[in-house]
């Protein structure tokens, strides 16, 4: 069964320095996600991502965050200069389309900023 | 502000009991996701609900789009759905979550 994959399962960075997430998508999906949840609390969304721009973003997702889809296949999320509170757990996601609106949760991504 | 009310937080029960868990939302949506959350930590997406009810295996969801209220039912309760619930409801563009309601079915 297809599935969605996340890289690193886990990421450790000094408070200031730049970090990549990556996820690969199911491949037949258009449309793309990130959420974090920190830890003890709910997960909240971050970013929609569809046709190779941003469709939807929250609060949270500030000049300091960006994403990207650089190859067709993978699904980046950076972090320019890293916060302690950014120390969470990053979950991508991605859907096939509208009509079904199911959406696929890779195993996340704990990034740990010290 | 809270888009998303979830009733339990917090749900022991004992191995056969049937289980509700509640959600209530105040955005206008497309469609709303069930999802479980594993004390691991990974996702998995239970239901995605427009209308009406579904039904797989042991569970059941149920939305009522005019009263902003959605159900998850478990039957038959067994240790192994031991997890978080999570309501989801999606805007189009963006989904918004619950707290989840964390529940431990009791061998």
């Known amino acids: 069964e297809p599935e969605v994959t996340q890289t690193p399962s886990h990421q450790v960075t000094q408070m200031g320095q730049e970090v990549i997430l990556r996820c690969v998508p199911i491949?037949?999906?258009?449309?793309f996600y990130w959420y974090r949840q920190i830890l003890g609390q709910k997960v909240e969304f971050l970013v929609s991502?569809?046709?190779?721009?941003?469709?939807?973003k929250s609060e949270i997702f500030d000049d300091q965050f960006s994403v990207e889809r650089p190859d067709g296949s993978n699904f980046t999320l950076k972090i320019r200069s890293t916060k302690l509170e950014d120390s969470a757990m990053y979950f991508c996601a991605s859907m096939k389309d509208r009509v079904s609106y199911e959406q696929y949760f890779g195993p996340g991504t704990r990034l740990t900023v010290t | 502000k809270n888009e998303v009310e979830q009733s339990p937080q917090n749900l022991t029960a004992q191995e056969g009991e049937f289980i509700t868990i509640n959600c209530s939302y105040s955005v206008g949506i497309s469609a709303l996701h069930w999802l479980q959350q594993h004390p691991g930590g990974g996702i998995v997406s239970l239901f995605m609900?427009?209308?009406g009810k579904k039904k797989h295996g042991r569970l059941i969801a149920t939305i009522n789009i005019q009263e902003k209220h959605s159900s998850l039912h478990i039957t038959a309760s067994h240790p192994r759905d031991s997890a978080v619930y999570i309501c989801a409801p999606n805007t189009g563009n963006q989904f918004y979550f619950g707290t989840g309601t964390s529940l431990t079915v009791i061998p």
């Open positions: 491949s037949n999906h258009l449309y």
């Open positions: 991502f569809y046709n190779n721009e941003i469709s939807e």
């Open positions: 609900l427009s209308s």
